[in-house]
């Protein structure tokens, strides 16, 4: 009981002061549309899932697609990117030395001041905006990784090398192995922050997507629909967030704590 | 006498030193050894005295930084270069890794040593290569009396299984020479005791050679056919001299753990502590005690 009721009663207290507020603002303003009723949050939401009738298109399944295509090819290469670099500049002394130092320097630069050059250099398309999502994550992705390598038992190392690997399959067979649950683990906590950055570009600059129809929904000052995407953009990361944490226990079970 | 496979000759280690800066510390200093095939050459020594140094400059993993160290490998003389299959290693903090069973542990140095990256990479490449090292594997893991936990994870195994796993990975590259650092100090008495017969029998059976570095005085007298003293000659002079072979003595062969109790032990034991002086040597348990009582954090127990 206390780990299913509990949560709930804040957000129970939460929904009565809305009501209140609700209906002090409807008493003086009927028409107001800053606090929507839960029926036209519903309303929101169905006209959201049906077909335009001028365009023919679902809004909703549209703007997710649009999302998960920039967040895609953005979070994608980072975490490929990321891994691969990660590998090299954690396992090779003399890569590291090349490297490491303006890895360093990079992740000191919030990738959000960044913003301007990279719609001035890429302009404002698709390509920037996952751009920008690629530097928020690949950087303190890159980081982390390095210091996993960098932290496996020294020991264990020089037990391998015994072994008879080649450099490749030392890094991609053993360093690599060793890595994967706490580097997917990492992966997964920056899933928040390239949320963060999409939502972000799509508010500046887009012509579709959760964020862009959110910016409409707001200069509508409607505020049901914002509610809608925000929920909506929840569920979805919070799905991506449960669906890696699957996967990591199903690859990587010799690492989950029995 | 069996032919010599390792010649140290006036090797020495030295490394930064931890407080003065720009200036070295010696660890290890002029040491000379001959390693014979088929021996096992047990290194004693107080604690820090740079054992295990030695045991890291054979192995390739931290080069000496002076003298002549050589291996015979296939009826040749080569330079000690990095680390490489001809010298196995166990360590004490038995690090296989975790994320393969016992059996895949075994059998990822014949992979790795027998199949290339592409093939080791996808698992429908070179199915029968695989197999056939499985297989092979297996009967290493029979020699090391693991076969029930051969489908384990280590994270499954108790430490000494784990050491076990261990010593099958590094047997089943048949290297020339088997480095052990103290590889059963974490064990309790009576794995430590079933490991040293499996080493002994391993031995007797595939006549192995084996390196073994140990702090316990019992182990080492009861293991090996040759016994090396390494201690610094003049303990004032530590830090910068470094440690060097001080005694080294040819040992008869204890094949039973009885043996450990019998006269003829026991007076080898006082003949070596006495030529040592029993002060430099600390036998675990007192190590232990020591630790206890002198760590100001551990309450004693009401």
Known sequence: ?258 | MNEPILRLRKVGKSVPHPERRGQLMSILNNIDLEVRRGEIITVIGPSGCGKSTLLAGIGGFRPFSCGVAEMQIEGEWHPLGPPSRHRGVVFQDYPVPEFLTALENVALGLNLHRLNFLQNTMPFLARRAKKANREEARRYIEQVELSEHAHKLPRELSGGQRQRVAIAQALAMQPAILLMDEPFSGLDPRSRESLQLVVQKLHADLGNTIFFVTHDLEEAVFLGTRIIVLSQDDPDKALTEGATIVHQQELEVFHTPEAKASAEFGALMVSLRSHFGDARFHRPETDHLKIMTSHRRIKPVA
């Open chain 1, 1 to 258: 009981m206390q780990r299913f009721l509990f949560p709930l009663l804040p957000l129970i207290v939460v929904l009565l002061f809305y009501q209140n507020a609700l209906h002090r603002r409807r008493a003086a303003n009927p028409g107001d549309r800053l606090l929507p009723a839960a029926h036209e949050i519903w309303d929101a939401a169905k006209l959201s899932c049906t077909e335009n009738e001028f365009t023919d298109e679902v809004p909703l399944k549209e703007d997710i697609l649009a999302s998960l295509k920039l967040f895609g090819m953005g979070y994608g290469a980072a975490v490929a990117c990321a891994l691969i670099a990660g590998l090299l500049v954690g396992y090779f002394k003399w890569v590291n030395s090349m490297f490491d130092p303006w890895l360093r320097a990079a992740s000191y630069l919030p990738p959000m001041s960044l913003l301007a050059l990279v719609f001035l250099g890429l302009g404002i398309g698709a390509e920037a905006k996952a751009f920008i999502i690629f530097l928020a994550v690949a950087i303190p992705l890159t980081r982390s990784t390095v210091l996993n390598v960098q932290n496996i038992n020294q020991h264990q190392i020089w037990n391998a090398l015994t072994l008879d690997p080649s450099p490749a399959e030392m890094v991609w067979l053993i360093v690599r192995r060793n890595i994967e649950p706490k580097f997917i683990d990492d992966a997964r906590l920056l899933l928040g922050t390239a949320w963060v950055y999409l939502i972000s570009a799509e508010l500046i600059a887009s012509d579709a997507g959760l964020g862009y129809r959110i910016n409409v929904a707001s200069r509508n000052m409607n505020v049901a629909q914002i509610l809608f995407y925000v929920t909506v953009i929840g569920l979805l990361a919070f799905a991506m967030d449960r669906s890696l944490v699957c996967f990591n226990s199903w690859k990587n079970r010799w690492a989950v704590n029995p």
